[in-house]
């Protein structure tokens, strides 16, 4: 770990202060695994599937509330492994309700399962409580989590992006199957991207069918 690095660490360390309150989510696809921890590293509670919908939403933050007045805490800072984007609708949800919402590292938390002898075998509730204590451990990535109209733009911004990718990707797949199949289209068109280009092989797939076509 580099000096700078190091720093940081310590520095999130500082943050934290005996009265915070630490969640760990391991998202998933439909439920989500809750982990809770202290502190001192005690844990406080955990719960193997929680709805990744507005329901479960509601339940996610009834637990936070109620353990948290239970056991005289404030601050809450949640840690979550951003997997797919299954992570934004609980990330923005809990941001709206005034909580602190970082992300983990993936590796983090394969190191952690690799360490912890107990935790072998694959656990999503073991492993909600194991991002709750890299969280706890300051471990996680301070990262800005944009909402409003920065949400929106980086949202369209990955769209075209993927958009973009997916349409070059066609053209050389079509490049690639006219060099193949019919090399004479390419000394008739100048442009990939005409339509007239795009209709010719949806109707004639290879030479021989235009010299059977009936004019």
Not at 6 to 14: L, M
Not at 82 to 89: A, D, F, L, S
């Amino acid at each position: 770990m580099s000096e700078k690095d190091y720093n940081r660490q310590v520095a999130k360390r500082q943050r934290i202060c005996r009265t915070t309150f630490f969640v760990g989510v391991d998202v998933g696809t439909a439920f989500n695994a809750v982990g809770f921890m202290s502190k001192e590293g005690n844990v406080l509670g955990s719960r193997a599937k929680l709805y990744n919908s507005r329901e479960g939403f509601e339940q996610f933050v009834e637990m936070i509330e109620g353990l948290r007045r239970k056991h005289g805490l404030k601050d809450v800072l949640i840690g979550m492994e951003p997997t797919g984007h299954y992570w934004r609708k609980l990330a923005y949800f809990a941001k709206e309700r005034g909580y602190e919402v970082r992300f983990v590292r993936t590796t983090a938390l394969k190191h952690h399962r690799e360490v912890d002898e107990s935790s072998s075998a694959k656990s999503d509730q073991r492993d909600a409580l194991t991002i709750a204590n890299i969280t706890r451990e300051g471990k996680y990535i301070d990262t800005v989590i944009e909402n409003g109209t920065m949400r929106r733009l980086r949202t369209l911004a990955i769209t075209r992006e993927r958009l973009l990718r997916y349409s070059v990707s066609a053209k050389n797949a079509l490049h690639a199957a006219l060099d193949d199949y019919f090399p004479e289209v390419h000394g008739i068109f100048w442009s990939m991207g005409t339509w007239s280009l795009w209709a010719i092989p949806e109707q004639c797939p290879f030479p021989d069918d235009v010299v059977l076509m009936k004019i």
